[in-house]
């Protein structure tokens, strides 16, 4: 079992930035995938980016260029740098942890950006 807790959320205007932040309650060394979804409201929860042990990134099209996902392994923690907010970046924030036989969620945490 792993408790993944979020934290960097808020509100910001337009042109700003945010860091996230989700660490893990163990060692997050061995989990293949760690990755960022959004949920915005009356829409899908669609994957933000994500970041492989092997350090692999993948980033939907529409964040490539403004967003930056790290992982900081003796820290436990994910990170979701994000600059240049629009609006429609609004959306509560999940960090993700996926491996072989497993996926764990973290409780989100909500951002807005007012324009």
């Known amino acids: 079992q792993v408790q993944l807790v979020e934290s960097g959320g808020g509100l910001v205007q337009a042109g700003g930035s945010l860091r996230l932040s989700c660490t893990a309650s163990?060692?997050?060394?061995?989990?293949?995938?760690m990755g960022w979804y959004r949920q915005a409201p009356g829409k899908q929860r669609e994957l933000v980016a994500a970041i492989t042990r092997g350090i692999s990134t993948n980033y939907r099209d529409s964040v490539k260029g403004r967003f930056t996902i790290s992982r900081d392994n003796a820290e436990n923690t994910v990170y979701l740098q994000m600059n240049s907010l629009k609006p429609e970046d609004t959306a509560i924030y999940y960090c993700?942890?996926?491996?072989?036989?497993?996926?764990?969620w973290g409780q989100g945490t909500q951002v807005t950006v007012s324009s």
């Open positions: 993700n942890a996926y491996g072989s036989g497993f996926e764990y």
């Open positions: 163990r060692r997050i060394f061995s989990i293949n995938t």
